[in-house]
């Protein structure tokens, strides 16, 4: 009697898993697929979940959904464990910043029945504290076979005068204008004078300019 489960697939250079019709589920990619026979993939990273942006001095949330779709698991699987009484695989999964350090979950995922077996892995990371592109690798892999992959995802951490925020106060209106746009050039011509004699002037000299503003005044007044 044949007892051979695993059909034959092999790693390429970049890390993606070669088999036989291995996107008729639904992995994240091929890189996160495991194992597969003839039907498709059965063992898998169905999806990683991780933001595209994060404030400075944020949480970066990450997490990875592991599937495994065999109903029989035996001795002769390269990846085979056990968990209790549950016979399963074995897959690490780790998050690796290129800001901080990184973190490894390793699990016995049980054999799946009517339904897949599913597994979330969750993950945490504070974000940076400057702006700029940063780069974090997702590595899922089978230590019993080697099989797996990395991939490599960015977060970007925004400046604070992004989208709006930190914006510079707006600029006194030119040309003696007001804030309503209005020119000021028609209000009274000893109100502008006054101001302009006694801009920057000390206390002792007030009372000389006050005086030469009352002459101004007559002068002004017997002309009319």
Same mark, same amino acid.
């Given at each position: 009697?044949?007892?051979?489960?695993? @059909?034959?697939?092999?790693?390429?250079?970049g890390?993606?898993?070669?088999?036989?019709?291995?996107? @008729?589920n639904?992995?994240?990619?091929?890189?996160?697929?495991?194992?597969?026979d003839?039907?498709?993939?059965?063992?898998?990273?169905?999806?990683?979940?991780?933001?595209?942006?994060?404030? *400075?001095?944020?949480?970066?949330d990450?997490?990875?959904?592991?599937v495994?779709?065999?109903?029989?698991?035996?001795?002769?699987?390269?990846d085979?464990?056990t968990?209790g009484?549950t016979?399963?695989?074995?897959?690490?999964?780790?998050?690796?910043p290129d800001?901080?350090?990184?973190?490894?979950?390793?699990d016995?995922?049980?054999?799946?029945?009517?339904?897949?077996?599913?597994?979330?892995?969750?993950?945490?990371?504070?974000?940076?504290?400057?702006?700029?592109?940063?780069?974090?690798?997702?590595?899922?892999? @089978?230590?019993?076979?080697?099989?797996?992959?990395i991939?490599?995802?960015?977060?970007?951490?925004?400046?604070?005068?992004?989208?709006g925020?930190?914006?510079?106060?707006?600029?006194d209106?030119?040309?003696?204008?007001?804030?309503?746009?209005?020119?000021?050039?028609g209000?009274?011509?000893?109100?502008?004078?006054?101001?302009?004699?006694t801009?920057?002037?000390d206390? @002792? *000299?007030?009372?000389?300019?006050?005086?030469?503003?009352?002459?101004v *005044?007559?002068?002004?007044?017997?002309?009319?």
């Amino acid at each position: 009697m044949d007892l051979q489960f695993d @059909a034959s697939f092999a790693e390429t250079p970049g890390g993606a898993v070669s088999g036989n019709a291995i996107t @008729a589920n639904n992995p994240f990619s091929d890189t996160f697929v495991l194992q597969t026979d003839a039907t498709g993939p059965l063992w898998y990273a169905e999806d990683v979940r991780a933001p595209e942006e994060v404030p *400075a001095g944020g949480v970066v949330d990450i997490a990875v959904d592991m599937v495994n779709e065999r109903t029989v698991i035996t001795p002769l699987n390269p990846d085979q464990c056990t968990d209790g009484l549950t016979n399963g695989l074995e897959s690490e999964v780790t998050i690796q910043p290129d800001w901080t350090d990184g973190q490894t979950v390793t699990d016995c995922l049980a054999a799946g029945g009517f339904t897949p077996s599913r597994r979330t892995h969750e993950f945490g990371f504070p974000a940076p504290t400057e702006p700029g592109t940063y780069t974090f690798s997702v590595e899922v892999r @089978a230590p019993g076979s080697g099989e797996g992959g990395i991939e490599t995802f960015q977060l970007v951490v925004p400046s604070p005068d992004d989208g709006g925020s930190g914006l510079r106060p707006d600029p006194d209106p030119p040309g003696g204008e007001d804030g309503d746009g209005d020119s000021d050039s028609g209000g009274n011509p000893f109100e502008n004078l006054i101001d302009s004699l006694t801009l920057g002037t000390d206390s @002792a *000299a007030v009372p000389l300019v006050i005086l030469v503003v009352i002459l101004v *005044a007559l002068l002004y007044l017997t002309a009319i």
